[in-house]
């Protein structure tokens, strides 16, 4: 079946660090991968997308780039901020006729510090 | 205006009873879903809905009982809640296959 695995968390980093989260997946069909955010108390927001391999997503500074020779789509960011301090999930989505699932990650927690 | 609106925010019950949390979407999107978060963020689908047709039913106990009366709302009725139900529960849109979910804020459930 379809799978979605995250780097273990969670993750601390001081404020103006760079930032990587691994993600890596499997599918049965051709995905479109995700990555979606959820700050403290709130619902998901999608943070960003791609549809098809080399499509590079970009989103507030984050950016994460389909790789399909290595199942991955790892999010990046030069500078993190306090303000991006949330839970970060990694997603897949599969088409099957007419409609498709979402299906997460285990999710990593951000904490960024001043 | 809110994309996805569930209702209630927090419901705190009693084992054994029935509750039931409700969920719009004034998008126009024609897939509705219900997934679960479990204590450690782990994330679940319940259900998926298509124009008021359920499409996904995940290995959820018979208590659990989505309900789609037109393709901008579906609600969720739980019977004989149990402790292990206590979560927190999302309701999202989206327009069809591979496109973005929208997620509603979540219902904590706490079952006591």
């Known amino acids: 079946g379809d799978s979605v695995t995250q780097m273990e968390g969670p993750v601390t980093l001081s404020e103006e660090a760079f930032l990587t989260i691994n993600c890596t997946y499997t599918a049965t069909g051709y995905p479109s991968l995700f990555w979606y955010v959820q700050y403290p108390g709130e619902g998901l927001q999608l943070l960003l997308k791609?549809?098809?391999?080399?499509d590079k997503g970009s989103n507030k500074g984050f950016e994460a780039t389909y790789r399909k020779e290595t199942t991955s789509f790892h999010l990046e960011k030069g500078s993190v901020q306090v303000s991006d301090s949330a839970v970060y999930f990694c997603?897949?989505?599969?088409?099957?006729?007419?409609?498709?699932?979402?299906?997460f990650g285990k999710g990593i927690t951000l904490s960024v510090r001043p | 205006d809110t994309a996805v609106s569930q209702t209630p925010k927090y419901l705190v019950t009693q084992m054994g009873n029935d509750k039931s949390i409700k969920c719009e979407q004034n998008l126009g999107h024609d897939t509705m879903y219900w997934y679960k978060q479990d204590s450690k963020k782990f994330l679940k689908i319940m259900f998926s809905?298509?124009?008021?047709?359920?499409?996904i039913n995940e290995t959820v106990p018979n208590r659990f009982s989505p309900k789609s009366p037109d393709k901008a709302h579906l609600n969720l009725h739980i019977n004989s809640l149990e402790l292990g139900d206590s979560a927190v529960y999302f309701c999202a849109s989206n327009t069809g296959a591979n496109t973005e979910a929208f997620f509603g804020q979540g219902t904590r459930l706490t079952v006591v």
């Open positions: 791609a549809t098809k391999a080399d």
């Open positions: 809905y298509n124009n008021k047709e359920l499409i």
């Open positions: 997603a897949l989505s599969v088409r099957t006729g007419a409609n498709s699932k979402l299906t």
